[in-house]
Structure formats: structure tokens, C-alpha cells
């Protein structure tokens, strides 16, 4: 059915702003310096840089509104974070055109993956408590990062903690953006928000033009869209799976690998589904009706666009605020995402220690060959289920005659 203006207002309710706000947040506070430097370790100028932020904020931005309306489903585009750190470690010897024409590759077989449906049928093949504990293992390092900032900073995170408690007891709908703005005044008092570096311009786009080495494909180009698959679209696909909506997974891919292709000679390295920042959005705190919760993941797309308008100002804007309170709402936010994930992971006897692998493999952190944890839980708990039902006989429900 068709969305017109009026229903997208009346759908969307505050939580889906404050959620839109905290995933737009987390996202860029987490990563962004990462995507900063990738793009220096190329030889990229400031005007460049500050392309690669417009080009990725409009780009996410687009893309997560226009899918999101379209499917009626919170659908959350994102840049590579894996990826960047590939540009970063690949950039010795590639030069920036180089570089995009890698950026083009990466985004031509991207689209290759979703018009063959070649991603899909693998995402059919994932049992739902491996791909459960996958998210699970995945938050659940954010959750422990939020409390491991207990200790430098304990009234910021005790306080945000406490408030979060508070506001599930009476008010669970906004209890996360009561964390937002408790934890904002309290960093304000003990003067731990930096406004001081704050500068405001609107960001331009610069076009590279691209070329093609073989050093530059095959050493940045195919490992960019190797991590890229691995340790993103997968597990994005399986939060959005696990959250109960079934997207149209090949022209999700199709969609990533066309807007990279179209976005890389301007800094737009590699789009696609995003998976810990999705989980802000697809969580019930969102919005309380499912049907609804689209309306989240619209609203992180306008931030989205926003952020990178602004361009040369994201990093002071970010700056502003203490690694400790992004981690904290971002945490507490997934809470009962990475519960849920736990639940249906663990709940089939049959899938159950094969899911604790792919759960503490993932939550280990752990990188192998340039690719991230995600990925790996995922093999060992696959891994795990091929040992454990190899040449295995049915059990014989027939008892015995006397």
C-alpha cells in the first residue's frame, strides 16, 4: 500500500525521533574517525574528506528512507566500518583514483550478489539460532563497553543506569531518551561536553576521477567487499530477521552495491545494511507498534542527511560529545534486543551449543585474515552443527515390543 505524508506523520511518535537520533549518534561517534582516516591514509585533501562525509551521509540517508518507506520496515544503511579499516591498512601504494575505481569493483559485485540472489539463498540457509546469537554476540559488545566505562566515569554511567531503570518502570516508551538527555545534562555539569571546536559550513561534493590497477582491485577492491558481506550484511540481514521482517534480501544487496558504484568517485567507499545501529531502530523502544517502526529508521535517515551536509562540522559536533555517554545510551539501548537474541538462540536444544559458539566467537572480537568476529562465529557455529549432525541417525521413537 502506498504511504502518503499524512500517515508517515501520523505513524511516527517520539521514540522513533529520539531512536533515529541515537542510531544517527552512535553511528557516526563510533566509526567516523576511522572513515577519516582511511580517507587520509589515500592522500585525500579536506575538501575531499569532508566529500566522503557528505557523499556517505547523503547516500545512508537516501537510502535508509527510501527502503525503509518502501519495504514498511526499518531498514538502516550504513558506510563499511570494516571496510574503512581495509582502505586504511591496503592504502600503501594506491593511489585515490585507484582507490575509487577499487570502490567501483567492490560495488559492481555487490550488485552481482543480489541480482543473482546468490546472498539470499546463503541468508536462507543460516539457521534462526545461529543468525540470533550472531546479533546477540555482536550487541552484547557494545553492552559491555558501556559498563566498562563505569569505572572513569562512574556518576555518568550509575546515573544514565539508573535512569534507565527508572524509566522502564514508568515510562518504558521514552526510558532511552530519558538515558539521552540525563546523560547529556550530567556531562554538561561535570563539563564534560567540548562545544569549544564547534565550526558550521556546508559540505560540497569533489569527484575523483577513477582507475584501475590490479595491486589496487585485488588488495583493496575484493577485500573491501569480502568484509564488507561478511561482517556486515550478514548480521544486518539477521537483525532485521530476528526483529520478525522478512526483507527482500537481493534487492537490498542490488540497492547497497548500485549506490556504492554511484557514490565511490566522491568518497562513497562501500554502503550496506547495517547491523549494531539497526538494532536501535528494530527494538520495540522504537516504536511500540511493529507496523510502525519503520517510521525509526526513516527519522535516523533525515539525521543521516543532515550530519552530512554539514560536512566539516561532524567532527567537532561529535567530538562534543564524551566516548562514555554514546556508549552508555547506545548499551542500555540494545538491552532487549541482545535478551531476545539470547532467548531464541538458546531456546532449541538441538541448535543450542552451536549458537553459544557462534555467540562467544562473535563476542569475542576476534579478526582472522582481515575479516571481523561476525563472520568467524558464524563458521564455528556452522562448523559446530556439521560435526554434530554428521552421519547422524534419527533417534528411533518406536519403543520396543514386549
Known amino acids: ?82 571496510g574503512a579499516a581495509v582502505i586504511a591498512s591496503a592504502a600503501n601504494g594506491v593511489s585515490l583514483s585507484e582507490a575509487t575505481g577499487a570502490f567501483m569493483v567492490c560495488g559492481v559485485l555487490m550488485w552481482l550478489c543480489g541480482v543473482t540472489g546468490w546472498f539470499a539463498r546463503v541468508m536462507n540457509r543460516i539457521p534462526y539460532a545461529l543468525a540470533s546469537a550472531l546479533l546477540a554476540g555482536i550487541l552484547a559488545k557494545f553492552a559491555l563497553l558501556a559498563f566498562a566505562e563505569a569505572a572513569p566515569h562512574p556518576l555518568l554511567v550509575i546515573g544514565m543506569l539508573l535512569t534507565y531503570l527508572v524509566g522502564k518502570r514508568w515510562w518504558p516508551r521514552y526510558a532511552v531518551l530519558g538515558v539521552l538527555l540525563v546523560g547529556a545534562l550530567l556531562a554538561w555539569q561535570r563539563g564534560q561536553l567540548n562545544t569549544e571546536q564547534l565550526t558550521w559550513s556546508v559540505a560540497a561534493p569533489v569527484w575523483v576521477t577513477p582507475s584501475w590497477s590490479w595491486l589496487a582491485v585485488i588488495g583493496m577492491g575484493l577485500p573491501l567487499f569480502i568484509v564488507t558481506m561478511a561482517s556486515q550484511a550478514v548480521p544486518g540481514v539477521s537483525a532485521i530477521r530476528v526483529s520478525g521482517y522478512e526483507p527482500p534480501v537481493s534487492r537490498l544487496m542490488s540497492w547497497s552495491g548500485l549506490v556504492t558504484l554511484i557514490g565511490a568517485p566522491f568518497g562513497g567507499y562501500a554502503f550496506n545494511l547495517a ?128
Open 1 to 82: 500500500m502506498r504511504l502518503s505524508l499524512r500517515q508517515i506523520f501520523r505513524d511516527t511518535s517520539l521514540t522513533s525521533v529520539s531512536s533515529g537520533f541515537v542510531a544517527t549518534l552512535v553511528a557516526f561517534t563510533s566509526t567516523i574517525a576511522l572513515v577519516f582516516h582511511a580517507a587520509r591514509s589515500l592522500g585525500a585533501s579536506p575538501d575531499q574528506v569532508t566529500s566522503w562525509v557528505l557523499v556517505l551521509g547523503l547516500g545512508m540517508g537516501l537510502s535508509s528512507i527510501g527502503l525503509s518507506l518502501w519495504t514498511r520496515a526499518p531498514i538502516l544503511i550504513t558506510w563499511s566500518t570494516p
Open 275 to 402: 547491523a549494531i545501529t539497526a538494532a536501535i531502530v528494530l527494538n520495540p523502544h522504537a516504536h511500540a507498534d511493529a507496523s510502525k517502526r519503520y517510521t525509526a529508521a526513516v527519522m535516523a535517515g533525515m539525521f543521516y542527511m543532515v550530519m552530512g551536509l554539514l560536512g566539516g562540522a561532524v567532527a567537532g559536533i561529535l567530538a562534543a560529545f564524551p566516548s562514555a555517554l554514546i556508549m552508555g545510551v547506545a548499551g542500555l539501548a540494545l538491552l532487549g534486543t541482545i535478551g531476545n537474541g539470547l532467548a531464541s538462540a538458546l531456546k532449541d536444544d538441538h541448535h543450542r551449543e552451536a549458537a553459544l559458539i557462534t555467540f562467544l566467537v562473535t563476542l569475542s572480537g576476534v579478526t582472522l585474515m582481515g575479516i571481523g568476529s561476525a563472520f568467524w562465529g558464524l563458521v564455528a557455529g556452522t562448523l559446530t552443527l556439521f560435526v554434530e549432525n554428521f552421519r547422524a541417525h534419527p533417534a528411533d521413537d518406536q519403543t520396543d515390543e514386549p
